[in-house]
């Protein structure tokens, strides 16, 4: 997988960048990486 995603912001206004990373928030992953969890 890869480390990160680029986003490249052509309009560079700070609404659209705020939306932009709005809409790119699930995509992020906690600074430790992935949690998984294991049950019995």
């Given at each position: 997988?890869?480390?990160?995603?680029?986003?490249?912001?052509?309009n560079s206004?700070?609404?659209?960048?705020r939306?932009?990373?709005?809409?790119?928030?699930?995509?992020?992953?906690?600074?430790?990486?992935?949690?998984?969890?294991?049950?019995?």
């Amino acid at each position: 997988m890869a480390e990160r995603i680029l986003v490249i912001n052509p309009n560079s206004t700070e609404a659209v960048t705020r939306g932009i990373d709005e809409a790119a928030e699930p995509l992020r992953m906690p600074p430790a990486g992935p949690r998984s969890t294991a049950s019995r």
